[in-house]
């Protein structure tokens, strides 16, 4: 949605049916996971589920539209031009609400007491930065829809290493969830096959 109020893009139904089934699929397998949760949670669950979908698809219209507008001017936006000012909001972003929630003192408390725990947080912001640099490649050469389709078939792929490598359990929703992203994932490939073999007969 948000690519298409903000970004003015189009696509074909087929198109519209194999991202829906990608994405869908994945909250279905997200919700179909064997957890004992109450009510309260799974209905909150459910709610960010839906507003993390949303707000994707908000900042892939405004990076469309970025993209649009940048080239009218002769300018094309670098990977890692996207990824710091990306980072930068964010950061600035997650300070105010820390300073707001009155969580920056107890966060830098419990670092001090648990010195171990640096070590992991810098493996993980470097692998959050190598994986970001694929991300926003994607992004800076690619449509957004692509990396819709990227993001969701990797989280598909994720449940799928941890039930067959971790022996986690999967419910029944959840397997019709991972049927449903897999036959999207499948078709969106076929298509693009198709498509590569006309252009390369003409």
């Known amino acids: 949605a948000g690519q298409l109020l903000l970004g003015g893009a189009t696509y ?10 990608i994405i869908g699929g994945t909250a279905i397998v997200s ?21 993390s979908l949303v707000l994707d698809g908000v900042t892939a219209g405004f990076q469309k539209r970025l993209k649009a507008e940048t080239a009218k001017v002769g300018v094309k936006p670098k990977p890692y031009d996207f990824m710091f000012w990306t980072n930068l909001f964010m ?13 920056v003192q107890t966060g830098i408390t419990y670092c001090t007491e648990n010195p171990e725990i640096l ?28 990396l819709s389709t990227v993001t969701t078939t990797r989280k598909i ?3 799928l290493l941890s039930i067959f490598l971790k022996g986690h359990a999967l419910s029944g ?22 498509g590569k073999g006309k252009s390369h007969s003409h």
């Open 12 to 21: 074909t139904l087929r198109e519209y049916l194999q991202v829906a089934a």
């Open 119 to 146: 070590s992991k947080i810098v493996k993980f912001a470097v692998c959050s930065a190598v994986g970001q640099s694929f991300i926003f490649y994607t992004i800076a050469n690619f449509d957004p829809l692509v």
């Open 157 to 159: 792929f994720s449940v």
């Open 91 to 103: 950061a600035l972003t997650a300070i105010v609400i820390a300073l707001g929630l009155g969580e």
């Open 173 to 194: 929703t959840g397997w019709s969830g991972i049927a449903l992203a897999c036959g999207g994932i499948l078709s969106e490939l076929q298509s693009k096959a198709r």
């Open 31 to 51: 919700l179909g996971k064997k957890k004992k949760a109450s009510s309260a949670s799974s209905s909150l669950g459910v709610f960010f589920i839906i507003m």
